[in-house]
């Protein structure tokens, strides 16, 4: 599985920003897909994720009410929406894959995913 996360940028405190991230491979309609985060100086910190079905989504304590995490298993991509952007989002976003995870709750623990793309850097401006 490879994954290709794209979408990041510089956008203003209060902006939004969606991010994509598109997987290879047969696996990805029964994969739990993950997004995460890493600020400089920081520990990696989960933001979302999502069953293989899309129907369960979990969020990070400060992403909830803000972000979104979707799925569109006919184009093997996830996607994270993000709204109301803070300075303190600003980090580098990476997308994880956990294949053949037929469990209708998705990971939480970056140890519990596979395959992680390149990361997108996302910069929040105040």
């Known amino acids: 599985v490879q994954l290709q996360a794209s979408g990041g940028g510089l956008v203003q405190a209060g902006g939004s920003l969606r991010l994509s991230c598109a997987a290879s491979?047969?696996?990805?309609?029964?994969?739990?897909m993950g997004w995460f985060r890493q600020a400089p100086g920081k520990e990696r910190e989960f933001v979302a994720s999502?069953?293989?079905?899309?129907?369960?989504?979990y969020y990070g304590g400060s992403m909830k009410g803000r972000f979104t995490i979707s799925r569109d298993n006919a184009k093997n991509t996830v996607y994270l929406q993000m709204n109301s952007l803070k300075p303190e989002d600003t980090a580098v976003y990476y997308c994880?894959?956990?294949?053949?995870?037929?469990?209708?709750?998705?990971?939480?623990?970056?140890?519990?995913?596979?395959?992680w793309g390149q990361g997108t850097l996302v910069t929040v401006s105040s």
């Open positions: 999502i069953s293989w079905t899309g129907g369960v989504t």
């Open positions: 491979g047969r696996t990805f309609s029964s994969s739990a």
């Open positions: 994880a894959a956990r294949p053949n995870s037929l469990s209708p709750f998705p990971p939480k623990g970056g140890d519990e995913y596979d395959y």
